[in-house]
Structures are given as C-alpha cells and as structure tokens.
C-alpha cells in the first residue's frame, strides 16, 4: 500500500502530534560534563577556544559542580592541569595531585552527582605524549604500570568510575586488576575503546594544555579511515572488563557508534569533543547558524545513532534547554 492511501505527512501535522510519535529524546540523565581544574584559588580562567568552559580552580570547581548537579545532570569528568609537568607525569599518580583534589572537594561537598576522572598521562608529561617515552616512542608495557596508579589514586580520593583515555592495549584488563585487588570490584570502568586520532581534538590540547611536544598521537590513537578495527578496540575492552564503551569524537564516527550499539548491546558513550563544540561556537558568534538548534540537532542524532550516554561542553545548556 502506497501513496495516496498512506500519507507520512499525516503525523506531522503539529507539535502535539509530533511529540507523540518522537522516538528519540534528549535528557539531562543521558549527560556527562567535562571540566577543568587547575592550582590556585578563585580561579575561573574561560578557554578562549572553547566560550563558555573555564579552567577552574578547586574551589570554583565545587560551586561548578553543584550548580551542574542542580540543573539534573548526573555526573561529571575531570581533566586536571597539574602545577608542574615531568618526564613520568608524577603530578599525575600523586595523592594530593590536582585531580585527587579537586575529586576529594567534590565528593565532600555535591550530593548526587558521579565524579568520573580521565585517566590519561598527556596532561601531565612534559612531553605531551600519553604515557613513558622510550626512543621517542611510547611504550605500551611501561605505560600500564603507570595508569594503574592514576587510576588507583583517582578512586582512592574518591571517584566513582574511571575513563581510560590513552588508548595503550591491555588498559582496561590492568586497571581492573589493579582496583580489584584493593577491593573496588565495584567502580566502573568507562573505556575510550575506539578513540580515533582526530584533528577535533584541537581547543581541548589548549584547554588542557596538552598538546604533545614532538610527533603525534597516530601511533596508538587509531587511523579515522577504521571501523571494523574500532569493532575489535571494543571487542578487547569488553574481555578486559570495561562496564561503558565510548566513540570518540561523535560527529563523524556515528557509524561506529550504530555499529558497536549493535554488535555489544551494552552502554554506549560518544564523546561529542572540543572541536565540534567550537564550530558551533564559532559559527553561532559569526550569526551564520541557529547554535541551540545545532547543537540540539547534533547530540539528539547521537542518541538516535545509538548512543546512550554523550560527553558534552553542551550539557549546561541542554539541561536549561530540554528541562
Ligand atoms: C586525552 C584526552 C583528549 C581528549 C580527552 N582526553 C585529547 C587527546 O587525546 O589528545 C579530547 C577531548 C576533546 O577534544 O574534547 N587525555
């Protein structure tokens, strides 16, 4: 049966109708916030690459993040600029570290509200590669050792889930190890499974002051042109025990997200990154396109793409915007 006897136009009539046959919704549950935090006090430093996010020092963190858990978004994740880079990124692993702090402030004084940590060395090394350089490489096997005692600190001090973010094979399988055998079978892990070597990564490297010192990051984050590669990241992810599985970035992966929704069935995050905030950013500022709209438009695609979660710049403003 065809055309005349059906008619799609007849369920687009109105709003009303229109909201009834909606399949896909956005909500402030479906939400993580990144933020940044730095040493000092009474800090809130915008990132001019990315209006509307701070760097932040604890203290303004804390009333961030209450003002974050009033608005209905569950949960927050934490990137830190440490007071001093090094080799071995020992800000990183370091009990009274900027994360740890800022992580111990939080849970003491937010009800409500998940704190995840990015766990990741290339904020933290003078050289701005992920993990311990060996001949002008990273190596793999020293590197794990090195993010099971972030990882370990960032729980310790508090956070409920940890987000791997290096992409070192065997990450997910030795973080678990090392939180299991401390007794915290419990806190998830949130893997950055299929996490591409992207030129949207630009605002954030200013925002966390993070840009590597010498080459790329090609060598361990994958190649944009693999998808049934980034379906095997995830296959190992989920061996090794990782609890939510992340895209990232979200804008040109949507395939990847649809498939690993698929294939897994299990919790799906896309991390919608700092260079598809700033476009609309930018476009917006430049009065060429509607930003709200955009954006809403971008994230709720993500949704229906098969994302159950997205880690977004947005979130504040899509909280305001949906509740
Ligand atoms: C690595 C990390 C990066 C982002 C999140 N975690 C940067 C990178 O891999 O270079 C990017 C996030 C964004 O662009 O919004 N710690």
Redesign the pocket.
């Known amino acids: 049966m065809a055309f005349p006897v059906q008619r799609m136009r007849r369920l687009r009539q109105n709003d009303t109708l229109r909201r009834m046959v909606r399949e896909t919704k956005l909500s402030p549950d479906d939400l993580i916030y ?1 933020l940044f935090v730095r040493p000092g006090k009474g800090i809130r430093n915008e990132i001019s690459s990315m209006p509307g996010n701070y760097q932040m020092s604890v203290d303004e963190l804390v009333k961030e993040c209450e003002s974050v858990a009033s608005l209905g978004i569950p949960a927050v994740i934490l ?1 830190g600029i440490p007071e001093h880079k090094d080799e071995h990124g020992s800000e990183g692993v370091d009990s009274e570290g900027i994360v740890q702090q800022a992580v111990q402030a939080i849970k003491s004084n937010v009800k409500d509200l998940m704190v995840i940590t ?1 766990v ?1 060395f ?2 933290y090394t003078s050289h701005g590669h ?1 993990g311990w350089i060996e001949n002008q490489e990273v190596d793999n096997d020293k590197t794990l050792a090195m993010l099971q005692q972030m990882a370990l600190s960032h729980v310790q001090a508090g956070a409920d889930m940890v987000a791997p ?2 992409m070192m094979d065997g990450r997910v399988g030795a973080i678990r190890q090392a939180l299991d055998e401390k007794g915290y079978h419990n806190i998830p892990i949130m893997s ?1 499974a299929a ?1 591409f070597a992207s030129a ?2 630009g ?3 200013e925002a ?1 002051d ?1 840009a590597p010192q010498f080459g790329d ?1 090609r060598a361990y ?1 994958m190649d944009p042109a693999n998808g049934d590669e980034a379906l095997r990241e995830v296959e190992l992810d989920v061996q090794e025990g990782a609890d939510i599985v992340m895209v ?1 970035p979200a804008l040109s992966y949507m395939d990847l997200i649809w498939r690993i929704k698929e294939r897994f069935a299990m919790p799906v995050a896309a ?1 919608n ?3 598809e ?1 700033s476009m609309v950013k930018a476009a917006e500022k430049a009065g060429w396109i509607d930003g709200d709209r955009v954006m809403l438009e971008m994230l709720l695609s993500m949704k229906r793409a098969g994302a159950d979660l997205i880690l977004t ?1 947005f979130a504040k403003t899509v909280a305001e915007l949906t509740s």
């Open positions: 990144p990137f990015d990741c290339c904020e992920c973010s290096d950055y996490k949207f990564y605002p954030f490297r966390a993070s990051r984050q990232k991390y990154v700092s260079g905030y710049y």
